[in-house]
T-cell receptor, first 109, second 114 residues
Framework: GQNIDQPTEMTATEGAIVQINCTYQ??????LFWYQQHAGEAPTFLSY??LDGLEEKGRFSSFLSRSKGYSYLLLKELQMKDSASYLC??????????WGAGTKLIIKP | DVKVTQSSRYLVKRTGEKVFLECVQD?????MFWYRQDPGLGLRLIYF???????EKGDIPEGYSVSREKKERFSLILESASTNQTSMYLC?????????????FGDGTRLSIL
């Protein structure tokens, strides 16, 4: 079957750095998305990776290793507004999007 | 900015009722999707559509149907609502061309079936 694993919950301190991991076993791979979802709101697009390596976008970066079936989202200089769930999603060989259950990130002052 | 609008944020219905959830997008997207989101389970695809009058079953279509009569509108129908359909329902849309096109989501409808 197809599977995406993310930690259920993580806690970090304001101003610090946090890394949210995502491992996947899917039938094929055509890209990986990260989304942010604040409580009670819509998921919003953060990043897309299809090649190995690091993609940086301001305070957020996303890394992909296709050989290891692994990605991470790195958040720097954490702010209270970064408290949210972070969803990892993989495009499989049929171009269907497979979603992880999400990681709830709690930021403490 | 892409706008995906869902008709209701909160909805309470009774078991056995026929329930309609409406979704409208304003960016001329070809693809539209209906998901449900439950704690610990992630997003699960109910139905999707790549064009007007076209629909495809997702992972959990049982108990649901959809309608896409116009490009901008995608409706989800619960034929006879049951308590296990209490959930958050999310509509999304995207361009057809290119796998890198992200999906854009509405704010969701929190549906309670009593």
């Amino acid at each position: 079957g197809q599977n995406i694993d993310q930690p259920t919950e993580m806690t970090a301190t304001e101003g610090a750095i946090v890394q949210i991991n995502c491992t996947y076993q899917t039938s094929g791979f055509n890209g990986l998305f990260w989304y942010q979802q604040h409580a009670g709101e819509a998921p919003t697009f953060l990043s897309y990776n299809v090649l190995d390596g690091l993609e940086e976008k301001g305070r957020f970066s996303s890394f992909l290793s296709r050989s290891k079936g692994y990605s991470y989202l790195l958040l720097k200089e954490l702010q209270m507004k970064d408290s949210a769930s972070y969803l990892c999603a993989v495009i499989d060989s049929n171009y269907q999007l497979i979603w992880g259950a999400g990681t709830k990130l709690i930021i403490k002052p | 900015d892409v706008k995906v609008t869902q008709s209701s944020r909160y909805l309470v219905k009774r078991t056995g009722e026929k329930v309609f959830l409406e979704c409208v997008q304003d960016m001329d997207h070809e693809n539209m999707f209906w998901y449900r989101q439950d704690p610990g389970l992630g997003l699960r695809l109910i139905y999707f559509s790549y064009d007007v009058k076209m629909k495809e079953k997702g992972d959990i279509p049982e108990g649901y149907s959809v309608s896409r009569e116009k490009k901008e509108r995608f409706s989800l129908i619960l034929e006879s609502a049951s308590t296990n359909q209490t959930s958050m329902y999310l509509c999304a849309s995207s361009f057809r061309q290119g796998v890198s096109q992200p999906q854009h989501f509405g704010d969701g409808t929190r549906l309670s079936i009593l």
